[in-house]
C-alpha cells in the first residue's frame, strides 16, 4: 500500500492528506461547539474539550504517536519550525503589510462588484461566559488547522515538488472553495481568498514555517469575529453604489490609491523578510 501511495501524484497525494488533517480539526470543533449551545450553555465545556484535542492533534500532527514510520514525514510536513526573532520580525511586519493591503483590496473590490454580505448570528440566547470561550476557540482553530493543513501538509509537498507558485495557486483555490462552507461566500471572493493564501502562502514558504502565518491567521479571525459582532464584517452592509452606476468618485480612488502603496510595501517587506531569511 505504501509503494502504491507513493506512485499517486504528489498534487494529490499532498491535497487528500491536507483535507484530511483540515477535517479532523475543524469538524470536531464544528460539533461540540453546536452542541455547548444546546446541552449546559452555561459551562463553556466545548473550548475546553476542543483545547485538549487541538493539542493531542498538533502532537501527532508534529510527529508523535503511532505510526513510528511516519513520524519524520508528518514533523517535515507540518513543518513548525522554529525562527529567529529577526525573522519573526520581519515576517510579522511583511505579513500585517500583506492583510492592510487585502482590506484596501476589498474596498476596492466593493465598488467594482457586489460583494455578499456577512450576517451577524443570532447570540442573544448564549451565556457570556460561553460566547466568550467559542469566539476566542475558534480564530484558534482555524489558525491551527488550516494553517498545518493548507500550509503545511498540502503547500509544502507541492511546493518541493513544483515550486511555491504552483503550490500558492492550488492551495489558495482550495483555500476559497473550502470557504463555500459559510452561506454568504460566492465566486465573486475567490479573488480575496486567493490574496489571503499569498499573504500566507509566501511566508511559510519563504521562512519554511507555519508560525508567522499561524499568528497572523488567529489574530486576523479575531478581529474579523469581534468586528462582525459589532456589526462591521468584512464587507459593508450597505456599500457605496458601483463606479459602474456613479463614476470614479474621491473615495474609490482614495482606496486604489492606498492599495498600491501598501501593495509596493508589503512586496519591498516580502524581499526584506527573503533577505533576512537569507542572512
Known amino acids: 500500500m505504501r509503494s502504491l501511495w507513493q506512485r499517486v501524484p504528489v498534487i494529490i497525494r499532498a491535497v487528500l492528506t491536507g483535507a484530511m488533517v483540515a477535517a479532523a ?21 466545548a473550548a475546553a474539550l476542543t483545547a485538549l484535542y487541538l493539542w ?26 522554529r525562527l ?20 484596501l483590496l476589498l474596498r476596492v473590490m466593493s465598488r467594482l462588484a457586489a460583494l455578499p454580505y456577512e450576517q451577524v448570528p ?13 469566539l476566542l476557540m475558534g480564530p484558534v482553530v482555524a489558525g491551527v488547522v488550516e494553517e498545518a493543513s493548507f500550509r503545511g501538509y498540502m503547500q509544502g509537498p507541492i511546493e518541493r515538488r513544483h515550486g511555491p507558485v504552483v503550490a500558492i495557486l492550488v492551495t489558495g483555490t482550495l483555500f476559497g472553495f473550502a470557504h463555500f462552507t459559510h452561506p454568504e461566500v460566492t465566486l465573486v471572493l475567490m479573488p480575496y481568498y486567493l490574496a489571503v493564501a499569498a499573504v500566507y502562502g509566501a511566508l511559510a514558504y519563504l ?73
Open 25 to 45: 480539526g475543524t469538524i470536531p470543533w464544528a460539533l461540540v461547539a453546536a452542541a455547548n449551545q444546546k446541552f449546559l450553555p452555561s459551562v463553556p465545556w
Open 56 to 81: 493531542l492533534l498538533w502532537r501527532y500532527l508534529q510527529g508523535e504517536g503511532w505510526p513510528r514510520s511516519t513520524a519524520e514525514a508528518r514533523r517535515t510536513n507540518l513543518r513548525a519550525n
Open 84 to 103: 529567529s526573532d529577526d525573522v519573526w520580525g520581519a515576517a510579522l511586519v511583511a505579513g500585517v503589510l500583506g492583510l492592510v493591503g487585502i482590506v
Open 122 to 134: 443570532d447570540i442573544s440566547q448564549i451565556p457570556p461566559v460561553t460566547l466568550v470561550s467559542l
Open 207 to 279: 521562512t519554511n514555517s507555519i508560525w508567522p502565518s499561524l499568528v497572523l491567521h488567529a489574530g486576523g479571525n479575531l478581529l474579523s469575529s469581534m468586528g462582525l459582532l459589532a456589526g462591521q464584517g468584512i464587507t459593508s452592509p450597505s456599500p457605496a453604489p458601483p463606479i459602474w452606476e456613479t463614476g470614479a468618485d474621491a473615495s474609490f480612488w482614495i482606496s486604489s490609491v492606498a492599495f498600491l502603496i501598501v501593495g509596493a510595501a508589503t512586496v519591498w517587506a516580502y524581499a526584506r523578510l527573503a533577505s533576512v531569511v537569507r542572512r
